[in-house]
């Protein structure tokens, strides 16, 4: 039975907890004495508290976040009333900052705060050997009884001393779950709602060991990396080499996901990304408000202009899927200014559009507009915005239906052709503000949709309550039925299509992720 299991419990199954395998990758000696755990919030947490307990440790070690803490507490209530004995450990994000008073921080024997890569097996070390090592010289360390603080601040680790944890990611992981990568950590902003902010300074992955390790997992057949860096494009020579890097070994199904600032896309890079075949880039990009007064209250900075600019070049001249981030209830944005920028957004016109909704994460600095902007937020995770001065929580609630709605209709890739229906000749935000209003009149949920009925309903509100020619709603959904792989018509289309237009035998392209196969098809 292993001495150490490092586990997490993931939002999703597809999700390969990143942090783990750098714990594990870091364990030297340890190691064999170790084993990687992973579950997901969707397991019982009785039921993942015996599968833990069946392996008999002496260490837990568990990786804590926003999306887990409430079932990972439950998790360490039930196995520290079974096993008092067993240590546990905590780190991640979750309890890094603010630990007075948290109950899962009560309920454990020790956590580390900050980057654990180096710190976790030494603490382990010190807890399996029962002595700690104090250094007195270079050559003479003596050993003293282990006396560990409950609260253990781990410093920047140096990345020349960090094993990679690419190795750790099996067989099973390469071919049906999401790999992440990452070339540096870091965020050279200062954006108060976000916690990367307070990683300075960036710092980066030695090159030739990272591209030794990526082309292992290469060679190991992987064809999806998700790159978890904060400013990919901050250094324009590191970006531009991993950029040709993966350029020059691409085969057909490849997929590159990296988060860019949105103002900062020289010609250098330019160059490069431009050829880069369609479907295999996908850019994360950040704009959280188009409100300079808003953006500096919040201490973000960012040129329009560029950002314009770039999302131009890169929607005109390659084949780039966009993502951009807008966020609600920020401090100082009315309603009308958020509608604006979402307005705006829509004419830059990235694929996808992620509307998220203001947390409050442990940490950040965004508290200090608590007291002037009025700002409640839910205690309970993800610590989302309630209301504020300026969008009262009925206001709240109609933009968090929104968000729901958007990611249904607007991301999803089944409606690419119709959603610019629902704002024909007038505003975006304002008719699909309209359009959330009255879906959720209709149905009172944001959640569990069937794909069909949400169909049916859309092309309803299109066709009576804007009062849109139902045979141009008909063809528009048929074409965005094909280009999902759909083959018939389905029935409540029919009596506005051409029997002989009933059936299709065009199919996506299903070597690419779904959403971003779907949009594909609609440039093509």
């Not at 364990?27 to 508290?49: H, K, M, S, Y």
């Not at 360490?76 to 546990?88: F, H, M, N, Q, S």
């Amino acid at each position: 039975m292993p001495d150490i299991v490092l586990t997490t419990l993931n939002a999703k199954f597809i999700h390969a907890a990143f942090g783990l395998r750098y714990l594990f990758a870091n364990l030297g000696e340890l190691q064999p004495r170790a084993v990687i755990a992973e579950f997901d919030i969707n397991l019982r947490p009785l039921d993942i508290a015996e599968m833990l307990l069946a392996r008999e440790p002496k260490i837990l070690g568990f990786g804590v976040y926003i999306w887990n803490v409430e079932e990972t507490t439950e998790v360490i209530t039930v196995i520290k009333r079974l096993r008092p004995e067993i240590k546990i450990i905590l780190g991640g994000p979750e309890v890094s900052y603010e630990t007075e008073g948290q109950p899962i921080v009560e309920l454990a024997d020790h956590v580390i705060t900050g980057e654990a890569d180096l710190k976790f097996a030494e603490v382990c070390r010190q807890l399996l050997d029962g002595r700690a090592e104090l250094p007195l010289g270079q050559n003479a360390p003596q050993r003293v009884p282990a006396m560990l603080p409950k609260i253990i601040a781990a410093g920047l680790p140096d990345f020349s001393r960090v094993a990679l944890p690419y190795d750790y990611y099996t067989e099973a992981d390469l071919a049906h779950r999401i790999v992440y990568v990452e070339a540096s950590r870091g965020c050279p902003f200062t954006c108060e709602f976000c916690l990367s902010s307070l990683d300075i300074p960036v710092r980066q992955v030695p090159l030739d060991k990272f591209l030794a390790a990526m082309q292992k997992l290469l060679d190991r057949g992987l064809k999806q990396f998700k790159f978890v860096d904060r400013t990919f494009n901050l250094n324009i020579a590191v970006s531009k080499t991993l950029l040709e890097f993966f350029l020059a070994r691409y085969q057909p199904g490849m997929f590159f996901h990296f988060e860019m600032i949105p103002d900062r896309l020289p010609t250098e890079l330019r160059e490069i990304i431009a050829k880069f075949p369609p479907g295999s880039l996908q850019f994360e990009v950040g704009i959280q408000t188009f409100n300079p007064e808003v953006g500096s209250l919040i201490s973000r900075r960012q040129n329009y202009e560029r950002l314009a600019d770039n999302f131009n070049f890169l929607r005109n001249e390659t084949s780039v899927h966009i993502h951009a981030d807008l966020i609600i209830g920020l401090p100082g944005e009315t309603l009308e200014s958020f509608a604006a920028g979402f307005d705006k957004l829509i004419a830059l016109g990235p694929q996808e559009i992620q509307v998220g909704i203001l947390k409050r994460l442990r940490g950040t600095p965004i508290i200090r507009h608590d007291a002037e902007w009025q700002m409640i937020y839910n205690a309970y995770p993800p610590y989302e915005i309630l209301q504020n001065k300026l969008l009262d929580f009925a206001t709240m609630q109609r933009l968090r239906r929104f968000a729901k709605y958007w990611d249904l209709v607007g991301n999803s890739g089944n409606f690419v052709a119709v959603t610019p229906l629902i704002w024909k000749n007038d505003s975006p935000f304002k008719n699909f503000l309209r359009f959330s209003d009255w879906l959720y009149a209709k149905i009172n949920r944001t959640d569990s949709i069937a794909l069909a009925r949400l169909m049916e309903l859309l092309f309803e509100f299109l066709t009576r309550e804007r009062a849109l020619d139902p045979k141009l709603v008909a063809e528009t959904f048929w074409r965005d039925c094909q280009r999902t792989g759909r083959r018939d018509a389905p029935n409540f289309l029919k009596e506005f299509l051409p029997e002989e237009n009933w059936f299709a035998i065009r199919e996506r392209n299903r070597s690419l992720p779904k959403r971003q196969s779907r949009h594909l098809a609609v440039q093509k």
